[in-house]
């Protein structure tokens, strides 16, 4: 089982970036996939998961209008698209795969069980 992030970078405010999570070694319909981030100092957040099997999507209230979570079938593929980027919104960004769909409380970091090893996104002028 794997899950691999790639994306990231150093980005200018405001501007926009797709993060990918790849995954391979189990079957997408049958997991959650999270997306979750990290800076420095601070906690790992949770930030979207999306039920595969129905497509249902979950946003912390922090970037349910800039940011939008979708799966692209064919390349067994999970995207986290991120809009008007802010400084803040620096961090290492993780994708995270849990059996089943996304539960009432999404965010849940012991609820998933891989993880990928994470991407850096910078947002500086």
């Known amino acids: 089982v794997q899950l691999v992030e790639s994306g990231g970078g150093l980005v200018q405010p405001s501007s926009s970036v797709e993060l990918s999570c790849v995954v391979s070694g189990f079957d997408l319909d049958d997991y959650a996939i999270g997306w979750f981030r990290q800076a420095p100092g601070k906690e790992r957040e949770g930030l979207s998961c999306?039920?595969?099997?129905?497509?249902?999507?979950y946003y912390a209230d922090s970037v349910k209008e800039r940011f939008t979570i979708s799966r692209d079938s064919a390349k067994n593929t999970v995207v986290l698209r991120m809009n008007g980027l802010k400084p803040e919104d620096t961090a290492v960004y993780y994708c995270a795969g849990e059996v089943g769909p996304c539960t009432d409380y999404p965010f849940e970091i012991s609820d998933y069980d891989y993880w990928g090893q994470g991407t850096q996104v910078t947002v500086s002028s």
């Open positions: 999306l039920s595969t099997s129905d497509g249902s999507t």
